[in-house]
């Protein structure tokens, strides 16, 4: 028996997966394959008769929410501002991409198994009530926080190029995210599709002219000095954006039939994720070099980086900044939606979570217009430090899917069944691996504060806390 149950449950409190609200089967769905249809219900198991799809779709699903500029700071940043050469800057791109890709991979695969949003499988780990912490950590991250701050990089994109208030661009932008997640799944996987060709020719285009115009043997002023601090700085920063994606995975892959292949399924969501963010980083770090040869210098990233671009590629390439943004702002709201319905709230409603996907679109927005004044740069300070969550939670999820192997979907929506050992070793995970080495500018923690050349490795000592203490506390429940 692989049910983990400690503490017991009040009889009450028991349901199967067919009567409990949030996953009636009886839903009058008639959703299928069909793009121009609001997708109904909420976070409920997709029945069987309404399967469909392929696992390489899962592709550019992942690749085109990370053809934006923020994948390619990131790389900027490794070579600008944590001291790396050009090939160390790679070394630790090419790692963290990996790593991060491979978890995803193994979070997709399982979607076709249980039929469910990632939220709702956590509550294997972290039981009913303790998934309810996870769950709103995702919701304010995802659905409020990156929402607000990618919608705020796609309106001054748009605004510098055409000379618009970005006010104006960011109405625009917030009505196209919120419309296509409102519709839901299919046309999320379509506008990711029909977008994905469009960034990919932009991008490779702008890629080949930077690596071009690069030099990877040049070291900027005071640069090349970051030292392993630097590594793991750039090292913890890239797994952590790439695994940032990691609570969203099953939300894309529930639809596809039951029977599909989970290495095909698993391959195609890692690569699409892995191809889109090594590529951009490393052209990325390049950039660095090849501003400095073509004499560019601003103080704004983006300026610099199409400005070692002819004029209409770099016109090309901002609106290519502002179609990554919200093709990865649809994923956010979308998910965002899904993680509130799986705090276990009951929205008696056909089509409920089209339903909260418009009101955090309005609430997304407000956010948004705030952050406009410092182009969301204090907003987007708080949201590293709170993303740290993530870490610990893959932790906890991976192992415990790697212990368990099987969905009991009878277990999902259970508000009875409990399981402690997830809560706890998230806990842990968070407090420990960010009160010890957390090295963001609105946080610092013990350790960087003493060993600055320690660098930041919040994620990867949360990850393997978490997962250590898990599985110690997992095997003495089921040996109780």
């Given at each position: ?5 400690p ?5 009450s409190d028991?349901?199967?997966?067919d009567?409990h609200?949030?996953?009636r ?7 299928g394959?069909?793009?121009a249809?609001?997708?109904?219900g909420?976070?409920e ?5 309404e399967?469909?799809?392929?696992p390489r ?9 990370n053809l934006?500029?923020?994948t390619i ?9 944590f ?15 990996g ?5 995803h ?6 979607g ?8 709702v ?7 009913y ?5 996870p769950?709103?950590?995702m919701t304010?991250?995802s ?16 605004s510098?190029?055409?000379g ?19 519709f ?8 990711e599709?029909?977008?994905?060709p ?6 490779a ?11 990877p043997?040049?070291v900027?002023?005071?640069g090349?000095?970051?030292?392993i601090?630097?590594?793991?700085l ?5 797994f952590?954006?790439t695994?940032?994606?990691?609570p969203?995975?099953a ?6 039939p ?13 690569t ?10 490393v052209?990325?770090a390049?950039?660095?070099s ?5 004499g560019?210098?601003?103080d704004?990233?983006t300026?610099?980086?199409?400005g070692?671009?002819p ?7 901002l ?5 990554g943004?919200?093709a ?5 709201v ?10 276990g709230?009951?929205v008696p409603?056909h089509?409920a ?9 309005a ?6 217009l ?7 740069a204090?907003?987007e ?10 870490g610990?939670w893959?932790?906890?999820?991976l192992t415990?899917q790697?212990?368990r ?6 277990l999902l ?9 997830g809560?706890?070793?998230l806990l842990?995970?968070v ?8 090295n ?18 919040t994620?990867l000592?949360?990850?393997a806390?978490?997962a250590?203490?898990y ?10």
């Amino acid at each position: 028996m692989d049910v983990v149950s400690p503490g017991g449950a009040r009889d009450s409190d028991r349901v199967t997966a067919d009567s409990h609200p949030e996953s009636r089967a009886d839903i009058d769905r008639d959703y299928g394959s069909r793009i121009a249809a609001v997708e109904p219900g909420g976070n409920e198991r997709v029945p069987d008769a309404e399967r469909h799809g392929r696992p390489r779709q899962l592709f550019w699903t992942w690749a085109s929410p990370n053809l934006e500029f923020a994948t390619i700071f990131l790389g900027v940043l490794a070579v600008s501002a944590f001291g790396l050469t050009f090939w160390q800057a790679v070394a630790a791109v090419v790692l963290g991409n990996g790593l991060a890709s491979v978890a995803h991979g193994v979070l997709s695969a399982r979607g076709p198994e249980g039929g469910v949003p990632q939220m709702v499988l956590g509550r294997l780990a972290f039981g009913y009530r303790g998934n309810v912490v996870p769950s709103a950590l995702m919701t304010i991250t995802s659905g409020f926080g990156w929402f607000a701050v990618n919608s705020v990089s796609a309106s001054f994109a748009l605004s510098s190029l055409t000379g618009a208030s970005p006010v104006l661009w960011l109405v625009v932008v917030v009505v196209v995210q919120v419309v296509v997640a409102f519709f839901g799944h299919n046309l999320v996987h379509a506008f990711e599709r029909f977008a994905f060709p469009v960034l990919a020719v932009v991008f490779a285009i702008g890629s080949v002219i930077v690596l071009l115009r690069s030099d990877p043997s040049a070291v900027p002023d005071g640069g090349g000095t970051g030292g392993i601090g630097g590594f793991l700085l750039t090292l913890g920063a890239v797994f952590g954006y790439t695994a940032g994606w990691s609570p969203y995975a099953a939300d894309y892959s529930r639809y596809l039939p039951v029977d599909s292949s989970r290495l095909r399924t698993g391959l195609a969501a890692g690569t699409g994720l892995f191809v889109s963010t090594t590529v951009l980083m490393v052209v990325g770090a390049a950039s660095v070099s090849a501003a400095a040869a073509a004499g560019v210098s601003s103080d704004n990233p983006t300026t610099t980086y199409v400005g070692v671009l002819p004029a209409l590629l770099a016109a090309l390439t901002l609106i290519s900044i502002a179609l990554g943004a919200v093709a990865a702002n649809i994923l956010n709201v979308y998910s965002g939606a899904m993680a509130f319905l799986s705090l276990g709230i009951n929205v008696p409603l056909h089509r409920a979570r089209a339903v909260v996907a418009l009101a955090f679109g309005a609430v997304g927005f407000l956010i948004a217009l705030l952050a406009l004044g410092d182009a969301a740069a204090g907003y987007e300070a708080f949201l590293l430090v709170v993303v740290y969550w993530i870490g610990p939670w893959l932790g906890v999820v991976l192992t415990d899917q790697y212990l368990r192997r099987r969905v009991p979907v009878e277990l999902l929506y259970d508000r009875g069944y409990a399981n402690s050992a997830g809560l706890i070793a998230l806990l842990v995970g968070v407090v420990v691996s960010v009160g010890l080495f957390s090295n963001q500018e609105l946080f610092t923690g013990l350790v960087p504060r003493v060993l600055p050349g320690v660098g930041d490795v919040t994620f990867l000592v949360g990850i393997a806390l978490s997962a250590g203490l898990y599985a110690l506390l997992f095997r003495r429940t089921m040996s109780a």
